[in-house]
């Protein structure tokens, strides 16, 4: 991800339960890969997948981050993912109150980088 280190983002991705959304969340913000992370329950996704029509019951996770945390977020997702190809897809935040960001930054800090 091409961005300032310090810009913050969301980061959209899906999970198959509830279980597996709780531990993802669990997991992210216990390493300091996310300051907070949201869990929707009862989505319904319709995508193709290896040329087929698919409609799945899923779990959004909405995940508050730095974009320097991106790759180990995404590599620690991937990891751990029951899903061969995980939905990671992350955008900027363009506004954002000052108490908030400064919140966001600090959750995410490890080794002074956020």
Not at 76 to 100: C, F, G, L, M, N
Request: contains cysteine; glycine residues 2%.
């Amino acid at each position: 991800m091409n961005a300032e280190p310090l810009q913050a983002i969301v980061v959209f991705m899906t999970a198959a339960n509830d279980e597996e959304a709780a531990r993802l969340a669990k997991m992210l913000v216990e390493t300091q890969l996310a300051a907070c992370v949201q869990i929707l329950p009862g989505m319904e996704s319709i995508y193709r997948w290896q040329g087929k029509l698919e409609r799945q019951r899923e779990v959004l996770l909405i995940t508050k981050t730095t974009s320097a945390k991106f790759a180990e977020l995404e590599r620690q997702v991937r990891a751990v993912h029951s899903y061969e190809t995980p939905e990671i897809v992350a955008v900027p935040i363009t506004a954002v109150s000052d108490a908030y960001l400064q919140w966001l930054v600090a959750a995410v800090a490890t080794d002074g980088i956020a």
